[in-house]
Structure formats: C-alpha cells, structure tokens
C-alpha cells in the first residue's frame, strides 16, 4: 500500500509517502518566524502551517514519485501537540482522504518517534527500551510490539529538551539552543562546573531544579565578570550537557536493572545530540547494551515516522472516521 502521512504538532510542516513499507519521500518544512521571539509563537505556527502544508504534500508525492490516486490511504498526527498546528494537518488529511475516498488513519506522535527505529535497519527486537528525548517530552518507554508501548518513567515538569533549549537562551544563544550547545560542549571540560542534582523517585525525571541552578550560576558568575559567558562558553556548555546526560541515562540504567532488557533506543530530537550518543555507545561496550540510534534525520519532527507508524496500522486495518479530532495532550 501507498500511505502519505501529514506531521504538523509542532513547527515542522512534514509530509512523506511510504510504499509497501519503505518510505519513499520525506519533505520537512521548518518555520523560522519563531527564531526572533526566542520559542515557539502558536498562532504563527498554524498560519505556517497553513502556508506550507500544500507545497509540502505536492513535494512529498513527486519525490515518491506516484500520483494521488495511486494513495490507498493518508494518515496524520493526532497528538499531542499544539492544538492549532495539530489542527491544520489533521483538516488537510482529513479533506483529502475523504476526496480521495480513501481510509484515514491517527498517529500518536511520540510512538512515531519510536517507530522511526523501525525505517532502517538494524531493528531492535521486542520487547526493548526506549528513552524517548525531545522538546515537549522525555520518557522511558517499555515498547512491546509495533503498536503497543508503556510508559515506565517521564518528566514531571521541564523536558529535557527545553532544558537544553532554555539553558540555551540564558547564554544568549538562538533559538533551538539545544544543536549548538551540543556543538559548543564538544570543545569544553566537561567537569569544570557542576551542578546540584536532585533525584526523583523511580523512573521519573525532573528538570526544573537544575535550570534554576544553571540560572543562578550564570547570574553569578557574570555580576563578577561581565566576560564570563563570553570566556568559558565551551567549558559551560560541556557541563551543562554531562549534566542533563546525567540525569538521563541514570534512570535509563535503572530501567535496564529493573526490566532485564538489554535493547536500548533512544528517540526525539535530543537523541541527535552527540554527547548522549557517545555515552550509550560506552554502556554498549561495557554493559553488553544493545543500542539503537536513530538516524540524524528521523531524530527531529518529520512525516517519515508518522508514515511507519501508519504503515502498520494500516497492516492492522487500524482507521480512523471523519469524527477525527486533535487530541492536544494524547497518551499512548
Ligand atoms: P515533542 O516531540 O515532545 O512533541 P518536539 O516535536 O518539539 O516535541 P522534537 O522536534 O522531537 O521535539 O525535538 C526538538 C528538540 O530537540 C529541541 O528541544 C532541540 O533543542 C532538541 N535538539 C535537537 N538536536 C539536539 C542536539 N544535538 N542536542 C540537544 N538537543 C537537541
Ligand atoms: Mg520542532
Ligand atoms: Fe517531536
């Protein structure tokens, strides 16, 4: 079967057409309206969304190289996400399943983060563990098969990539901060400043306590020395970075010790960052560890996920009706 699937949570306009199981055109659409305001403005990222979706759709099906009738079905992000941007991929999908009278089929977008494991090979094998990292959430999630997963951990307030992104912006850096403190830690000491951790109980995380000391200690710093920032860039963005990692793989090991599986993927947009790469690639080696990265392109938003996840349900006869609505806040 041919499937184009439609990702709009965020600020990506996304689209991609898988056949047969194997995608065939990935197009992104990234906004920049939000760089000047420093985050995600919603309602500029429905009007983007708005514009982009149609060019984004004819894009991704020429690069797949197929027409519209030849689709046996178009699927979309249900959620979670931003209510407005969710809404504008899931009317589009909707009028254009319905036009083409074709099945429509929902994606829950954090399990297509997972599932992206499964667009490349090597595939891990169920049921295995996956530390889902990104801008709105971090999770440890028990995947069992293709559709049915189990959140054993997640962050009770920040994700990690707001961390990331907030810590960003208290250095001065552009909006997302996250890709250039990766870039900015890989010439630093990790370990010439730390920070105070605090644990949570279980599997859960928490990321607020350690962004209001990272607050408080370039606020320090710089009242000493204006330069400060300017001078040790590197060297804070290092520890910053071993830090949030930290806190990760903490209880990502935890959840190794207590479920006894050893197939450990990671998803999401953190999941591109190198540091955390570099260290599940050492427990790999020293804890018999089998790891699954996923590749740089499947990391941040894109329809490609949405497209797998799609594929098997659509294996599964899994539709959904024209009563489809965004479920901003979705659990799996
Ligand atoms: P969610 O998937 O939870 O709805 P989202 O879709 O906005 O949120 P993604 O697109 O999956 O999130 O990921 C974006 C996040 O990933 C941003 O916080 C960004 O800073 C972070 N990120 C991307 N690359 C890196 C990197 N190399 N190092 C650290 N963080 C990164
Ligand atoms: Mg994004
Ligand atoms: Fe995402």
Redesign the pocket.
């Known amino acids: 079967p041919y499937i184009l699937a439609i990702e709009s949570?965020?600020?990506?306009t996304a689209a991609s057409v898988i056949g047969n199981g194997k995608i065939l055109s990935n197009i992104v659409a990234t906004q920049d309206v939000h760089i000047k305001y420093g985050g995600?403005v919603p309602e500029l990222a429905s009007r983007a969304h708005q514009q982009n979706i149609i060019p984004v759709v004819n894009q991704a099906l020429l690069n797949a190289n197929i027409t519209k009738s030849m689709l046996n079905a178009v699927a979309v992000t249900k959620g979670?996400?931003l209510l407005g941007s969710l809404l504008v991929g899931i009317s589009f999908a909707k009028s254009f399943a319905l036009g083409l009278n074709v099945p429509l089929i929902e994606v829950n977008?954090?399990q297509a983060?997972i599932l992206s494991h499964f667009i490349d090979d090597p595939k891990p094998e169920f049921p295995f563990i996956c530390l889902t990292?990104?801008?709105?959430?971090t999770q440890i999630v028990l995947v069992k098969n293709h559709l049915e997963m189990e959140i054993l951990g997640e962050t009770q307030d920040d994700?990690v990539?707001?961390a990331?992104?907030k810590s960003?912006k208290l250095l001065g850096l552009p909006y997302?901060?996250?890709?250039l403190?990766?870039?900015y830690a890989q010439e630093g000491n990790s370990q010439a400043y730390t920070f105070p951790k605090v644990d949570t109980p279980g599997l859960n995380f928490s990321f607020s306590g350690i962004k209001t000391a990272i607050l408080y200690f370039l606020q320090n710093n710089t009242m000493k020395d204006e330069q400060f920032i300017a001078k040790n860039l590197n060297n804070i963005c290092a520890s910053i970075?071993y830090t949030l990692i930290d806190i990760l793989m903490r209880k990502l090991r935890k959840a190794v010790q207590e479920t006894g599986i050893r197939e450990v993927a990671i998803a999401?947009?953190?999941s591109?960052?190198?540091?955390?790469r570099k260290v599940l690639e050492m427990e790999a080696n020293t804890q018999g560890w089998k790891v699954y990265v996923p590749d740089f392109q499947y990391?941040?938003?894109n329809a490609a996920m949405i497209a797998m996840a799609a594929h098997f349900k659509y294996v599964k006869g899994d539709f959904s009706s024209q009563a489809l609505v965004p479920d901003p806040r979705m659990n799996f």
């Open positions: 949570s965020c600020d990506e995600i979670p996400g977008h954090m983060h990292v990104s801008g709105g959430h994700a990539g707001e990331f992104d960003a997302p901060g996250g890709p403190i990766d870039k970075q999401g947009g953190v591109a960052n190198k540091g955390l990391c941040t938003d």
